[in-house]
């Protein structure tokens, strides 16, 4: 564009005004419309972006702050951007839970376990989160089943799908299969001191 601009400007100083801009016009103009909408759009959509997030942001809070902040959330998720809608999503399960209704809250963590369009890590921490807040009468099996593909899996809630299943086993009477999956927690590599403390003590007293 330089080379267009200083043939330009040589040409006015001999006066072949028309010419020049039969010649150039219609490229000056093109980039000076690129340059301002291109402008114009990043800052445009940068603004845009920061106000949907603030306001977002600001709706999440105010949902979570009213006197049914489940009942808060579920009428303005549809307004949330992505990110704070999965929040919401999260929390309408806890306080489902909170408020005693396991059925709901497993549901709600189900659902999102289940929605392809949300990360792989959420997904599962939905799923082992579907199985801690399960009913009781859920059976032992089903819940396994539904943790195994964490238990058996090599992602970072392993060492929690474990114990998990560590307590299942422990509700039916399984004291073996209980054990070797606390053994399990205490040998792998990428797990919390805490968790690891609290496994190593139930196998000791299991032991015993």
Same mark, same amino acid.
């Given at each position: ?27 000056? @103009? ?46 303005? @998720? ?68 539904? @943790? ?56 000791? @007293?299991?032991?015993?």
């Amino acid at each position: 564009m330089a080379d267009i601009f200083d043939e330009i400007n040589e040409d006015l100083k001999r006066d072949r005004t028309q010419a020049l801009w039969t010649k150039y016009g219609k490229y000056v @103009i093109a980039a000076a419309l690129a340059v301002v909408l291109g402008v114009g759009a990043s800052q445009g959509f940068s603004a845009w972006t920061r106000s949907q997030a603030e306001a977002a942001a600001n709706l999440y809070q105010q949902s979570l702050a009213a006197d049914d902040a489940v009942a808060a959330l579920e009428q303005n @998720i549809g307004e949330l951007t992505d990110g704070y809608a999965l929040l919401g999503r999260f929390q309408i399960a806890a306080g489902l839970a909170g408020a005693g209704d396991a059925e709901g809250a497993e549901a709600g963590y189900l659902d999102i376990a289940e929605d392809t369009s949300v990360t792989t890590l959420y997904r599962d921490a939905a799923l082992l989160l579907s199985a801690m807040n399960a009913p009781e009468s859920r059976p032992a099996g089903e819940l396994q089943a539904r @943790i195994a593909p964490l238990a058996d899996g090599a992602g970072p809630w392993k060492a929690m799908a474990l114990e998990l299943g560590a307590g299942l086993d422990l509700r039916d009477g399984n004291t073996d299969a209980a054990l070797s999956k606390l053994e399990m927690i205490v040998e792998l590599a990428d797990v919390s001191a805490e968790l690891r403390q609290r496994a190593a003590q139930l196998v000791a @007293i299991l032991k015993s």
